[in-house]
T-cell receptor, first 111, second 119 residues
Framework: SQQGEEDPQALSIQEGENATMNCSYKTSINNLQWYRQNSGRGLVHLIL?????REKHSGRLRVTLDTSKKSSSLLITASRAADTASYFCATVRGSNYKLTFGKGTLLTVNP | EAGVVQSPRYKIIEKKQPVAFWCNPISGHNTLYWYRQNLGQGPELLIR????????DSQLPKDRFSAERLKGVDSTLKIQPAELGDSAVYLCASSLPARGRTSASEGYTFGSGTRLTVV
């Protein structure tokens, strides 16, 4: 069963704009991770945020985590056509290190 | 470093036939996962190995699916016999050992997957 739920399911923006994707989950977590998947390819790890962290940055990526609302957001600033991909959030519960994925957000960045 | 290597990239088989997928994880990554991703969905865990031990196979349909990880390195996932509903992308991932880590400080590395089509 899938723990996370991304919102929106699909997002289309122009190059240079910012893209925000949200993720909600159901149970308490150890950490939350964001992955990118280009069409027909495997998943690439983008960023991990622990349950005791509220915000993390990595280049053009900014992730926030609100454990009281059981939600996270991924912001991609100054988007590029190469950012076109599906983005998944995945949660890790307890100490078993199993990743549970949401259904993903399909981001299209138009040149 | 080659990353997680999977083969084949694509496989088309008729229903009721057997099929096998192979995965070579990153050197030193003792934890290995097999995930299945249906079209338009996120990946779902089938089985997790710590070295050669399957520590979580609760999601593996054991009537037709089997997996092994001899010597704690390469792994194979087998389906016998395949059904139409098994069409999906099968992803392998690896990570540093869970035991001994005080926190999950790294993400997992995924292979490119095997796209299975059962006709």
């Amino acid at each position: 069963s899938q723990q996370g739920e991304e919102d929106p399911q699909a997002l289309s923006i122009q190059e240079g704009e910012n893209a925000t994707m949200n993720c909600s989950y159901k149970t308490s977590i150890n950490n939350l991770q964001w992955y990118r998947q280009n069409s027909g390819r495997g998943l690439v790890h983008l960023i991990l945020i622990r349950s005791n962290e509220r915000e993390k940055h990595s280049g053009r990526l900014r992730v926030t985590l609100d454990t009281s609302k059981k939600s996270s957001s991924l912001l991609i600033t100054a988007s590029r056509a190469a950012d076109t991909a599906s983005y998944f959030c995945a949660t890790v519960r307890g100490s078993n290190y199993k990743l549970t994925f949401g259904k993903g957000t399909l981001l299209t960045v138009n040149p | 470093e080659a990353g997680v290597v999977q083969s084949p990239r694509y496989k088309i088989i008729e229903k009721k036939q057997p099929v096998a997928f192979w995965c070579n994880p990153i050197s030193g990554h003792n934890t290995l996962y097999w995930y299945r991703q249906n079209l338009g969905q996120g990946p779902e865990l089938l089985i997790r190995y710590e070295n050669e031990e399957a520590v979580d196979d609760s999601q593996l349909p054991k009537d037709r699916f089997s997996a092994e990880r001899l010597k704690g390195v390469d792994s194979t996932l087998k389906i016998q016999p395949a059904e139409l509903g098994d069409s999906a992308v099968y992803l392998c991932a690896s990570s540093l050992p869970a035991r001994g880590r005080t926190s999950a400080s790294e993400g997992y590395t995924f292979g490119s997957g095997t796209r299975l089509t059962v006709v």
